[in-house]
């Protein structure tokens, strides 16, 4: 089992940055690939990022490459995903995710997920 934490949501304006963390718990940290996905308002949710167990690999959804990046540091069990020119169609419940690896992650496949954090973007 891994239990997942999410923090670092919160209200920003256009342009603006947030990073979001992730603190992981229950299984070696290093042994699993993590990822984030969000959901917006009356939306699916979505792939937005992802990192090999090692962290030597990203990879991102079309929508947020430039924009986002995904990091892990393996000695604090924590994973980010630090966003930067935020745009209001970024608004949405941000969920921190953990499988064996980054292609399950990127088709939501993930075994385990935390509880989300609320990003608004307001225009």
């Known amino acids: 089992q891994v239990q997942l934490v999410e923090s670092g949501g919160g209200l920003v304006q256009t342009g603006g940055s947030l990073r979001l963390s992730c603190a992981a718990s229950?299984?070696?940290?290093?042994?699993?690939?993590m990822g984030w996905s969000r959901q917006a308002p009356g939306k699916e949710r979505e792939f937005v990022a992802a990192i090999t167990r090692s962290g030597d690999t990203t990879y991102y959804a079309d929508s947020v490459k430039g924009r986002f990046t995904i990091s892990r540091d393996n000695a604090k069990n924590t994973v980010y995903l630090q966003m930067n020119s935020l745009r209001p169609e970024d608004t949405a419940v941000y969920y921190c995710?953990?499988?064996?690896?980054?292609?399950?992650?990127?088709?939501?496949?993930?075994?385990?997920w935390g509880q989300g954090t609320q990003v608004t973007v307001s225009s």
């Open positions: 995710n953990a499988d064996k690896s980054p292609p399950r992650i990127a088709t939501m496949r993930s075994a385990y």
């Open positions: 229950g299984r070696t940290f290093s042994s699993i690939a």
